[in-house]
């Protein structure tokens, strides 16, 4: 499957953004996608994750209550709403796919390309 992520930008802190990420290619029924950020000089770290074939979404702590993801089967696209924005969400941020749901970077089986959010005043 291919992944295309998109819908980064630069932001103040408490606005939202919406990332996109559409899947292509093989069918997508059975993959999990899920969102990582990576910041400058940091590793790459969870976000969310969604399936496609529905079940409750999981989130990292530190955006639990700001950021919702959600699916489209019908766009193949997965979005990923970013609420109340804080500097600290400033990173690159990736979108994946796995057969199952993941929470670590080394189980994605592919990667879409990153999109840049800045959050700054």
């Known amino acids: 499957v291919q992944l295309q992520a998109s819908g980064g930008g630069s932001v103040q802190p408490g606005d939202s953004l919406r990332l996109s990420c559409t899947a292509s290619?093989?069918?997508?029924?059975?993959?999990?996608v899920a969102w990582f950020r990576q910041a400058p000089g940091e590793e790459r770290e969870f976000v969310a994750v969604i399936t496609w074939r529905g079940g409750v979404p999981y989130y990292a702590d530190s955006v639990k209550g700001r950021f919702t993801i959600s699916r489209d089967n019908a766009k193949n696209t997965v979005y990923l709403q970013m609420n109340d924005l804080k500097s600290e969400d400033t990173a690159v941020y990736y979108c994946g796919s796995a057969p199952r749901v993941v929470y670590a970077p080394a189980d994605v089986h592919a990667w879409g390309q990153g999109t840049l959010v800045t959050v700054s005043s």
């Open positions: 290619g093989r069918t997508v029924s059975s993959y999990a």
